[in-house]
């Protein structure tokens, strides 16, 4: 089981409820598609991504703030 985990900087503000598993980014930089998933503590992220096969690609992505 994979675990990311990002520690974002403090003058940044994660927005809740974007964390997504498997999404995309539309034109407009919105995280579309995925599932919700992850979560945060604080000033860190971290996204289940379970188990990857050899040449599997998967992605979590997250939206932030600037303080």
């Known amino acids: ?3 990311v985990t ?3 900087p403090s003058d940044l503000t994660i927005v809740a409820g974007s ?3 498997d999404g995309a ?3 407009s930089n919105n995280c579309t ?3 919700a ?3 945060v503590s604080g000033q ?3 996204a289940p991504l379970s188990d990857i096969a050899g040449g599997q690609i ?3 992505a997250f939206r932030v703030t600037i303080n």
């Open 44 to 46: 860190t992220v971290s």
């Open 1 to 3: 089981n994979v675990v």
């Open 58 to 60: 998967r992605t979590a």
């Open 33 to 35: 598609g995925g599932s």
């Open 37 to 39: 998933g992850g979560s």
């Open 19 to 21: 964390v997504l598993v």
């Open 25 to 27: 980014l539309d034109g």
């Open 6 to 8: 990002d520690i974002v």
